[in-house]
C-alpha cells in the first residue's frame, strides 16, 4: 500500500525523540555504549533519523545516502564518507546498499535510516533503525529484495503529540534513505 507524500514529509520534518543536551556533551544511551557484535540489535527502533555518536562500542563510523531521497523521490545530493567503508548503491539492484569495511577495520554495528510502513497506521514513519552486517561486509536484502526484517516501536517509544498511534506496533521497511556503518581497529 503507498502512502501520500506530504503525510511522510510531515513526519519526516517531525522531531520524533527530544533529548537535551548541553552543549559539548553527548546524551547517554546505554544501547550506544554496549560492545556488541555487527547481528545485534536488527531493527532496533533508534527514533529519528539523526546521526548517532556511537553505536555498539564504536565511535569511527561511513555514511552512503541512498541515491534519491525517500520523501520526494528527487535525487539525493548528498555525498557519502568512505574513509573505513566502501560502499555500492544500485537503486535498481537488490541489494541496494551493499558495505565492506576496508583492510584493518572490523564492522561493530550498522543503522539505517529507513521508511516504515504498517497498514494499520496513518502513514509511513522515517525512522533510524539497527541493521544486520557480516563482521567485514553486509548488504541490505538481497535476491528477491524482500526485506525480512521488522522495527518495533515501543510504547512511549516516540513520546511526542500526534505519534501515539505508531507506538507499540511493528513495522516492515519498505525503503532505505541512508546506511551507516560503525567499525573498530
Same mark, same amino acid.
Given at each position: 500500500?503507498?502512502?501520500?507524500?506530504?503525510?511522510?514529509?510531515?513526519?519526516?520534518?517531525?522531531?520524533?525523540?527530544?533529548?537535551?543536551?548541553?552543549?559539548?556533551?553527548?546524551?547517554?544511551?546505554?544501547?550506544?555504549?554496549?560492545?556488541?557484535?555487527?547481528?545485534?540489535?536488527?531493527?532496533?527502533?533508534?527514533?529519528?533519523?539523526?546521526?548517532?555518536?556511537?553505536?555498539?562500542?564504536? *565511535?569511527?563510523?561511513? #555514511?552512503? !545516502?541512498?541515491?534519491?531521497?525517500?520523501?520526494? /523521490?528527487?535525487?539525493?545530493? %548528498?555525498?557519502?564518507?568512505?574513509?573505513?567503508?566502501?560502499?555500492?548503491?544500485?537503486?535498481?539492484?537488490?541489494?541496494?546498499?551493499?558495505?565492506?569495511?576496508?583492510?584493518?577495520?572490523?564492522?561493530?554495528?550498522?543503522?539505517?535510516?529507513?521508511?516504515?510502513?504498517?497498514?494499520?497506521?496513518?502513514?509511513?514513519?522515517?525512522?533510524?533503525?539497527?541493521?544486520?552486517?557480516?563482521?567485514?561486509?553486509?548488504?541490505?536484502?538481497?535476491?528477491?529484495?524482500?526485506? *525480512?526484517?521488522?522495527? #518495533?516501536? !515501543?510504547?512511549?517509544?516516540?513520546?511526542?503529540? /500526534?505519534?501515539?498511534?505508531? %507506538?507499540?506496533?511493528?513495522?516492515?521497511?519498505?525503503?532505505?534513505?541512508?546506511?551507516?556503518?560503525?567499525?573498530?581497529?
Amino acid at each position: 500500500m503507498s502512502r501520500p507524500a506530504p503525510a511522510l514529509a510531515l513526519l519526516a520534518a517531525a522531531a520524533l525523540i527530544a533529548v537535551p543536551v548541553a552543549a559539548g556533551k553527548v546524551a547517554k544511551n546505554p544501547e550506544n555504549d554496549k560492545t556488541l557484535g555487527p547481528t545485534k540489535n536488527v531493527g532496533y527502533f533508534l527514533g529519528n533519523p539523526t546521526p548517532t555518536y556511537q553505536w555498539h562500542g564504536c *565511535t569511527k563510523s561511513d #555514511t552512503q !545516502p541512498g541515491p534519491r531521497n525517500l520523501v520526494d /523521490g528527487s535525487p539525493n545530493t %548528498e555525498k557519502g564518507s568512505s574513509r573505513y567503508v566502501r560502499f555500492t548503491v544500485d537503486p535498481k539492484a537488490k541489494p541496494q546498499f551493499s558495505w565492506k569495511a576496508k583492510p584493518g577495520w572490523k564492522i561493530c554495528g550498522v543503522q539505517v535510516a529507513v521508511q516504515l510502513t504498517n497498514p494499520n497506521v496513518s502513514s509511513d514513519l522515517l525512522a533510524e533503525a539497527g541493521y544486520t552486517s557480516g563482521a567485514s561486509a553486509g548488504a541490505t536484502a538481497g535476491g528477491d529484495g524482500r526485506e *525480512t526484517i521488522k522495527v #518495533t516501536i !515501543p510504547a512511549k517509544g516516540i513520546r511526542a503529540q /500526534g505519534f501515539e498511534e505508531f %507506538e507499540g506496533k511493528t513495522f516492515s521497511i519498505i525503503g532505505f534513505q541512508a546506511v551507516t556503518v560503525f567499525v573498530k581497529r
